[in-house]
């Protein structure tokens, strides 16, 4: 229960501070373009901190990871409070917490798999994180609305901090301290790249990878709540069992913007898209199971950065596509490319055996680089 608050807490304080400091670097500069470069900063150094500190994920305790990163997060915001940062540090800083963001999910989510198991338990477990986070994530943008009419967009900031802290404080006192999945042998960076080597050259783990990543980059937000929520109601089997069908159609509805909807069927349009997306909880269990203990904080952290990368990139290209064509025509064409997209992942997934048996493991090759601890 700690971690779950704590999950809540600190997604809170990444929303309102990403809020926060949007405005704030308009207020300084009046550009809308640096305002918007501050958005999509929040996206783009994923790649790189899932990349080059995954290892950290695997290398240290989980408790003591996740306090870290929160407390990183604390002291960037607080320097982001003070008067003299300039909007050169304001982005820096935004980056610095972008770049650990990857890092605290893809631990909290190996951990997971270290408390409940790899079954049905782990499923449930992630489930339930997987609607407080993104609960926490529209409680944060109310939230963040409500502090910007009330205070300053630098106290709104202050604010934040206090919600790191307090994530932080759960997390040290509230959750078991557990060893580390890894040892500790090898630079950082090189274990965190020879790790993603061995994640990405298993053609299973590959593609259950790009099925988490490529529909997401289509559809973004209409995934909200309604995943958890029509995964909830299936058994194990049936979760497992419509992982492909839900991939290959969960886009389709996207179509209806062909005839320009109005706001009713728009809503019941994304809606529907948004249930599809309850695929990932099947597909949850299928990566755990084929990514071995001693890499899944790096595989987590992998999947995470990846995630946030390509929804920041579909996002950057429908706003581009859209100064060309018409708003519905561009998501019409996101439905289409999404679908032609995931039906390859399906037809991949069935061909690498990623429904059925769990022998395609990882190994690693002899003389391999970088992770001696393994």
Do not use: N
Not at 51 to 59: E, I, W
Not at 71 to 99: E, N
Not at 180 to 192: K, T
């Amino acid at each position: 229960m700690p971690s779950i608050f704590s999950v809540a807490s600190s997604l809170l304080g990444v929303v309102v501070s990403e809020i926060s400091l949007i405005v704030l670097v308009y207020d300084l500069t009046g550009s809308p373009l640096l305002s918007a470069l501050t958005f999509a900063l929040g996206f783009l150094p994923y790649l790189l901190g899932g990349t080059l500190l995954a290892g950290v994920a695997d290398r240290y305790p989980a408790r003591r990871v996740l306090v870290v990163c929160d407390l990183v997060c604390a002291a960037c915001v607080a320097v982001m409070v003070l008067p003299g940062t300039p909007v050169g540090g304001l982005l820096a800083l935004r980056c610095a917490v972008a770049a650990v963001s990857p890092v605290f999910t893809g631990t909290r989510t190996a951990a997971l798999t270290d408390i409940l198991g790899e079954g049905e338990p782990y499923v449930l477990g992630r489930s339930l994180l997987r609607i407080v986070s993104q609960s926490a994530l529209l409680a944060g943008f109310g939230a963040g609305g409500l502090l910007l009419a009330a205070v300053s967009p630098r106290q709104a900031i202050a604010v934040t901090a206090v919600t790191f802290l307090c994530s932080a404080l759960l997390l040290r006192c509230g959750t078991k301290d557990r060893p580390a999945r890894a040892g500790g042998g090898g630079a950082l960076m090189a274990d965190s790249l020879a790790g993603a080597r061995l994640i990405l050259r298993d053609r299973r783990i590959r593609v259950l990878l790009l099925l988490f990543w490529l529909p997401a980059m289509f559809v973004v937000a209409p995934e909200a709540l309604a995943a958890p929520y029509a995964g909830s109601v299936l058994s194990p089997r049936g979760r497992s069992r419509i992982v492909l069908p839900a991939a290959a159609v969960g886009l389709l509805p996207l179509l209806g913007y062909a005839v320009r909807p109005g706001l009713a069927w728009t809503l019941v349009l994304l809606a529907l898209t948004g249930a599809g997306a309850a695929y990932v909880i099947g597909l949850d269990q299928w990566f755990v199971e084929a990514v071995p203990e001693e890499l899944r904080g790096r595989a987590m952290t992998l999947m995470t950065a990846g995630l946030m990368t390509v929804q920041g990139v579909g996002m950057a290209l429908a706003g581009l596509a859209a100064e060309f064509w018409p708003v519905h025509h561009v998501v019409t064409g996101a439905g289409v490319l999404g679908t032609l997209c995931a039906l390859a992942l399906v037809a991949e997934a069935r061909r690498s055996g990623a429904a059925g048996s769990s022998d395609q493991r990882v190994e690693r090759p002899k003389g391999e680089t970088g992770l001696t601890s393994m």
